[in-house]
DNA sequence: TTCTCAATCTGCAAAGAGTGCGAACTAGCA
DNA sequence: TGCTAGTTCGCACTCTTTGCAGATTGAGAA
């Protein structure tokens, strides 16, 4: 995803208007790794701005999406959660904490593929799962604490 | 997943009661290549027996599920699609109607993945996302149709 | 700077997918 | 046949996201 700066050329350059609302979310997004959901990115703009809606950061991501500047990711969690990280990448979710990270594939281009069946293929996205380093620990002093 | 008269074995083995909607559901789920929602094989049922409710189906595909029977797939299209075929594979969703296929991939323990960040990996799953045969000929014909 | 108006914001209602609960019902063993 | 734990069903409710409408405001024009 573009900077704040050039977002708000991008944004008048549509047609779009910049307003403090979406400039702020624009700040939260930038660099943004945590893949939060809207919820989430409500409660931070909510710290730093009382009174913006959950309405309005739905929208804005809504609009960022579509102007291909966010990625929109399903890791099975409940809600959609939003990726600033438009690279070619993938993702792994910790099934334990719901964390998710950014995954990097290499050699997807010469997997052997059954099943195809005519589809035009326009996308293909991997999602591991398992558990992140923190949970796994978590769990090994939780046994020894009991054991 | 297994037959319904298998089913029935286990279930009662696992002292879980096989009732006429359990039954129904069995027969619907097997061999079943559509990758149902719970609301579409709700309105099967319905059809075959008049007053079952949407309750008892998730109810029964949760307990399917949780006995490694079936596979609960999520490839974004809002509702939870249950898969009977237990087999190693992944999905091909069609962006247009909707339509999920299985597909096999082969060559995945192959990939280069970097960025897992000391996650104990337990499963990886891949979407394949397109158009289908069917909507894709669509498209032609509308195209042709409007000149 | 002021004016204007389309674009935006907010709050609320509502839709879609699932789940929790309790009363009524029933499969299956004794 | 009777008993009882497991089921079914319907309803209320949660959660996520979207539709709507009136109030507000960004930003180009005057």
Redesign the interface.
């Known amino acids: 995803m573009k900077s704040p700066a050039e977002l708000t050329d991008t944004f008048r350059a549509n047609g779009l208007k910049v307003t403090p609302q979406r400039q702020l979310l624009f700040g939260l997004m930038h660099g943004n790794t945590v893949h939060p959901t809207a919820e989430a990115l409500f409660a931070e703009a909510s710290a730093r701005m009382p009174g913006i809606s959950l309405r309005t950061v739905y929208q804005t991501l809504t609009d960022l999406a579509s102007m291909g500047e966010l990625r929109l990711i399903?890791v099975?969690t409940g809600a959609t959660r939003f990726d600033p990280n438009t690279d070619d990448?993938h993702h792994?979710v910790?099934?334990s904490c719901g964390e998710v990270?950014?995954?990097?594939?290499?050699?997807?281009d010469?997997?052997?593929?059954?099943?195809?069946?005519?589809?035009?293929?326009?996308?293909?996205?991997?999602?591991?799962?398992?558990?992140?380093?923190t949970c796994?620990s978590d769990t090994v002093s939780r046994a020894s604490a009991r054991g």
């Not at 990270?101 to 997807?108: F, I, T």
């Open positions: 399903d099975g990448h792994v910790c099934s990270r950014d995954v990097y594939v290499a050699g997807s010469r997997l052997k593929v059954d099943g195809l069946d005519g589809f035009q293929i326009e996308e293909a996205s991997i999602l591991f799962s398992g558990t992140c380093v796994a």
